[in-house]
């Protein structure tokens, strides 16, 4: 392969060569607009093709071979305009897919899917790569109940070289692939990484180019630069609005420096005409060059060969550069990088200050999206308003997210106390371990991340905060079951990997007062590490709280401040008959009594549970508690429920492992089951991946929703057969 070269350093130093070049500042920018936004009709509102010939004739890449490049600039425009009419209807990741539009489109018709491989980082922008890959039609179905997935998935397609959800795992992937093709000499050797600038702040990244570099494996890594590495990017944080991450300002210098770019791309003409002794010696010479005209690239010390910046929208660079490097024998890998826009050609995605990363379903003429009906503030937004409330009196806490400002609150708490918020990108272990550091010298810091991405920073909770006992906050969003995004995104595997470390104290709120409680008994605890997991949604409101979970606030409004819990102790929250438990006739023998204890929000089932089972039965008593804790357990209040009742139930959002298996284990050590007069059954996520569905539905797989609770206590109380467990399975 000839990449593109520089001229040798006599021509360099010449000075008709260096009058060959012209100023910077006359020089061509980027694209900014494409065939796809030149074609779209200006609005509001905005709607694409009326047909789209060109993608009714795509059921496989293999379709793509026989376009040429008019075509082709036609088939992306029609396929922006599918994904977009596809995600207005299911709702989903949009914004990143319209930025990768043409890029889909020029790797597929470049290279030879399946044989070749594709590995998209994180594959939130997969969704034009699904389209063209025969999965057009079940787009309808798109993160929903019995659909497809809103990334890539190994089991769905052939096409889908690795599955993903989480960042920055394509480089290390692709690199495996790599050598697997060359130790198994297979015949084609083409493994393309496509990450983000936002995915490479991730230090598994620098990992894998430093592995890819030291083995010359033969890989192609497309940085796809938009500038957006966190969500949202801009939020106010201690480093300001810019890009968490010095490495985008970096990058970012790299795609301003234009002279570098056009002389090599001049060089490369000029080459061809000098005598083959003088390519030869311009080969030799060629490091140097680069030294004086640019000083190399952080990715060139890193053992690739950089080729950029290219737009990431003109299919007519794009195409002839992926050629090159697929046609090169080299076994050096590569980097590409490419500027694009996320949202692209979709005006409203791209004016949004999230530029529509993550969108529920909305109207394809104006962007608008679809507003939920409840009236009720997130959790995310409670929490965040209430560790503002304890800043404001306690200048010590801080605030930490790695590049989830959006989903974890801190873009809130961030315009209340820029100076207060840090956002690393994605970084969890440095995360983890940065907060550690400030807990030494006195900060508190909250360190806020979803559960399912803790689980990235496993060591540094271990090692860096357990053992030294520091008082490091980790805040836990979207615990639990998560919805459309499925068991990439799933926080339900934190209470048995977190359960198991030494020091933590545990906490999962029932409901956004015990939510607002707990965030000021965090703040307020410098004892040791705390941890408290909540999931996604919203509260319940001052009169479900009230009528339901027995409150009794004062003016019928929900406290505007927490108060601080005692450690480890919990709370029963309904007596037999109702919150007073004033109905006599229930529950007079023990065997009509049983208790469900629940940790986090499955309290809303339990409670309403406890409702149906007891008006099925006049003489039936249910109880219900809120743990609270489960690091420490409240070992009187496990003793006084096993001691009153018959059968003793846990509910809990997460997996085996968990709150139930810490209960049984005390209660089994206490001697409490050793009479026979106690029986007990732990109700969790059972042991299996739960494809994308809504959250009610997974929890209605789960079995863990009122009526699988109720179902549970009239079984225990012999109320109905419960079936024995080859007959649930046949």
Known sequence: MKFIQRSTLLFLLSSSAVGAFAPVSHRQPFRTT???????????????????????????????????????????????????ESVSKTGGHLSSSLGVNELTVALHYVFEMPEDDIIWDVSHQCYP????????????????????????????????????????????????????????????????????????????AYEAMNSAGYLRSRMIVVLNDNGQVSLPTGTPSAGGTVPASQLSTYTSNLLVSRPFQDFRSFAKSFNKLLPTELQDMNKRIDEYARGIVSGGTLFEELGFYYVGP???????????????????????????????????????AEAASDRMHGVAKFNLGTGEQTKSKGIAPSLTSIFANSLIEAAQEDRSIVGITAAMPGGTGMDIFGRRFPKRTFDVGIAEQHAVTM??????????????????????????????????????????????????????????????????????????PSDEIELKNMVTTCAAYDDGPTVLRYPRGTGYGAE?????????????????????????????????????????????????????????????????????????DPALGVTVADARFMKPLDVDLIRELADEHSALITVEEGSIGGFGDHVLHFITLDGLLDDGNLKFRP????????????QYEQYEQAGLNSEHIRGTILRLSQRIKAPVLEEAYE
């Open 34 to 84: 494409s065939l796809a936004a030149e074609n779209s009709p200006q609005g509001p509102p905005y709607s694409g093709p009326a047909v789209k010939p060109i993608l009714d004739g795509i059921k496989s890449p293999d379709d793509m071979k026989r376009l040429d490049m008019r075509q082709l600039k036609q088939l992306a425009n029609e396929l922006r305009w599918e994904t977009l």
């Open 129 to 204: 790569h699904k389209i063209l890959t025969g999965r057009r039609e079940k787009m309808s179905g798109l993160r929903q109940l019995g659909g497809i997935s809103g990334f890539c998935k190994r089991k769905e397609s052939p096409y889908d070289s690795f599955g993903a959800g989480h960042s920055t795992t394509s480089i290390s992937a692709a690199q495996g692939m790599s050598v697997a093709k060359s130790m198994l000499n297979k015949k084609r050797n083409n493994c393309i990484a496509v990450i983000g600038d936002g995915a490479i702040t991730g230090g598994m």
């Open 310 to 348: 290219v737009d990431g929208h003109d299919l007519d660079n794009l195409v002839p550069i992926l050629e090159k490097l697929r046609d090169s024998d080299s076994n050096k890998p590569v980097l590409l990088h490419i500027k694009t826009t996320k949202g692209y050609g979709y005006p409203p």
């Open 435 to 508: 907060g550690a550091g400030m807990a030494c010298e006195g900060l508190k810091p909250f360190v806020c991340i979803y559960s399912t991405f803790l689980q990235r920073g496993y060591d540094q909770v271990v090692h860096d905060v357990a053992i030294q006992n520091l008082p490091v906050r980790f805040i836990l969003d979207r615990a639990g079951l998560v919805g459309n995004d499925g068991p990439t995104h799933h926080g339900v595997y934190d209470l048995s990997y977190l359960g198991c470390i030494p020091n933590l104290t545990i906490m999962a």
């Open 544 to 616: 479900k709280l009230q009528k339901l979970f027995g409150y009794e606030l004062k003016n019928g409004e929900i406290p505007a401040k927490g108060e601080v819990l005692p450690i480890g102790k919990g709370r029963i929250v309904r007596r037999p008959g109702g919150k007073t438990g004033s109905a006599s006739t229930r529950g007079k023998s023990k065997k009509d009594r049983v208790a469900v204890l629940s940790f986090g929000t499955r309290l809303h089932e339990s409670l309403v549970a406890a409702e149906e089972a007891e008006a099925s």
């Open 683 to 694: 109700m969790v996520i059972p042991d299996t991946l739960f494809e994308a569905a809504t």
